[in-house]
C-alpha cells in the first residue's frame, strides 16, 4: 500500500523567507511524486511533480520540490515567500505499475505567509 | 495547461432529492476520470475511478447505487448522488486524466462542486 505524510497541520513563514513544506512517501515500487495547491472553496491546482530524473523538480509560480530516495521525502520549497502563497498544499504519491493511476494525497498542510 | 470544469459550483437541495454533478475536461480527452469527496479541514478521499464506456471501480465504503457515476463520452463525467441526505453535505471534485505517454499520467482537477442537503 502507498501512503503520504505531511507531518505538519500549518507552516507559517513570513513574506520573503524561503518557505518548505514537508512530504514523506511510502510505496512499494518507484513512486511518482505530486504536490498540488488548494485555495479557499477551489479545486487543486497542480504544481509540479517527480517522475524521474533530476532530483530536484521545478514547478509554477516559483516553487521547487527535490525527492530524496534514501530519506524518502519530497518536500516542496520556495526561496521567498509570497503571501498570495498562503493555501492548503497537498502531497501525493502514485506507485507506478503500468495504467493504474490511484493516487494518494496526504492530509494537506496549511501554509501561512505573514506580511 | 489542461483544463477541467465541473457544473454546478454549489447546490442546495432537500433532502431525499438526486442532484448530478457534471465534470468535463475541456481542451483533452480524459480517458479516466475520478471523483473525489473532501470535508472540511481534511484531505481528498477518492470515491471512484471511471473509464471512458465501462462501468466505475469504486473505493471500498463508497455505496455505488448512491453515487451513480456514467462516463458516457471522452470529455464528459457525471456523479449522480441519488436519494441526497444531510451527511452527503460536502465538496466534490473531479479531475481527468489523459496520458501524453504510457506511464506519464498527471491528474487535473476541476474546481470542485459544493453540495449542501437541508
Known amino acids: 500500500a502507498q501512503s503520504v505524510a505531511q507531518p505538519e497541520d500549518q507552516v507559517n513563514v513570513a513574506e520573503g523567507n524561503p518557505l518548505t513544506v514537508k512530504c514523506t512517501y511510502s510505496v512499494s515500487g518507484n513512486p511518482y511524486l505530486f504536490w498540488y495547491v488548494q485555495y479557499p472553496n477551489r479545486g487543486l491546482q497542480f504544481l509540479l511533480k517527480y517522475i524521474t530524473g533530476d532530483n530536484l523538480v521545478k514547478g509554477s509560480y516559483g516553487f521547487e520540490a527535490e525527492f530524496n530516495k534514501s530519506q524518502t521525502s519530497f518536500h516542496l520549497k520556495k526561496p521567498s515567500a509570497l503571501v498570495s502563497d498562503s493555501a492548503l498544499y497537498f502531497c501525493?504519491?502514485?506507485?507506478?505499475?503500468?495504467?493504474?493511476?490511484?493516487?494518494?494525497f496526504g492530509i494537506g498542510t496549511k501554509l501561512q505567509v505573514i506580511p | 495547461g489542461a483544463v477541467v470544469s465541473q457544473h454546478p459550483s454549489w447546490v442546495i437541495c432537500k433532502s431525499g432529492t438526486s442532484v448530478k454533478i457534471e465534470c468535463r475536461s475541456l481542451d483533452f480527452q480524459a480517458t479516466t476520470m475520478f471523483w473525489y469527496r473532501q470535508f472540511p479541514k481534511q484531505s481528498l478521499m477518492l470515491m471512484a475511478t471511471s473509464n471512458e464506456g465501462s462501468k466505475a471501480t469504486y473505493e471500498q465504503g463508497v455505496e455505488k447505487d448512491k453515487f451513480l457515476i456514467n462516463h458516457a463520452s471522452l470529455t464528459l463525467s457525471t456523479l449522480t448522488v441519488t436519494s441526497a441526505h444531510p451527511e452527503d453535505s460536502s465538496f466534490y471534485i473531479c479531475?481527468?486524466?489523459?496520458?501524453?505517454?504510457?506511464?506519464?499520467?498527471?491528474?487535473?482537477f476541476g474546481p470542485g462542486t459544493r453540495l449542501l442537503v437541508l
Open positions: 479531475s481527468a486524466s489523459s496520458p501524453p505517454s504510457p506511464g506519464q499520467e498527471t491528474q487535473y
Open positions: 501525493a504519491v502514485r506507485d507506478r505499475p503500468g495504467g493504474y493511476q490511484k493516487v494518494t
